[in-house]
């Protein structure tokens, strides 16, 4: 829910009601292609408590996130250092997280830091109170909408 926080509020507030539009969107159908299909050697989509991580190197201690496109930079990386806060408050053990985007042939490392952790703490408060709401969040316009499952809901 980090990463619906992070890109759009009324998103956020939506999913959480299940209020679940257009799964057959083609965006949603080639993600869940390319993260089946992509490093598949490695134990997949493991549940630890709430979160549910794409891959782990244990050896070195690094959480992998598969995404199609890096499109949606700055909330993925909020998703992921969610998932580093989550284990390190879980296990007090500090883990790498890494970002990985197969059809670009593209990788972020990311570390979790004390001044992110603060952030991260702030922004699960935040979520607790939109998901309270009654009502959703405003539609605020980006460039990203369009493609997105809820689009026509929203713009109707």
């Known amino acids: 829910m980090i990463q619906y926080y992070i890109a759009c509020k009324r998103e956020l ?5 299940q209020i679940n539009m257009n799964y057959d969107n083609e965006d949603i159908l080639i ?23 794409d891959f782990i190197n244990n ?6 996130e598969i ?5 949606l ?12 806060w989550y284990i390190k408050k879980f296990t ?10 197969p059809t670009e042939k593209k990788r972020e490392e990311v570390k979790l830091t004390r001044k ?10 935040n979520v607790k109170q939109i998901l309270k ?12 909408c369009r493609r997105c499952s809820y689009y026509e809901f929203c713009m109707a």
């Open 13 to 17: 507030w939506l999913f959480s009601k």
């Open 31 to 53: 993600g869940r292609l390319i993260h089946e299909k992509s490093y598949s050697r490695k134990n997949k989509s493991i549940n630890f408590g709430d979160i549910a991580i």
């Open 92 to 101: 007090g053990r500090d883990v790498k997280g890494v970002i990985l985007y």
């Open 59 to 64: 050896k070195n201690l690094t959480v992998f």
């Open 133 to 144: 709401k009654e009502n959703p969040p405003p539609v605020i316009f980006r460039h990203y």
């Open 73 to 84: 930079e700055e909330p993925v990386r909020y998703q992921l250092y969610y998932y580093l």
């Open 67 to 71: 995404k199609k496109s890096s499109k």
């Open 116 to 125: 992110i952790e603060e952030e991260i703490e702030e922004l699960v408060d």
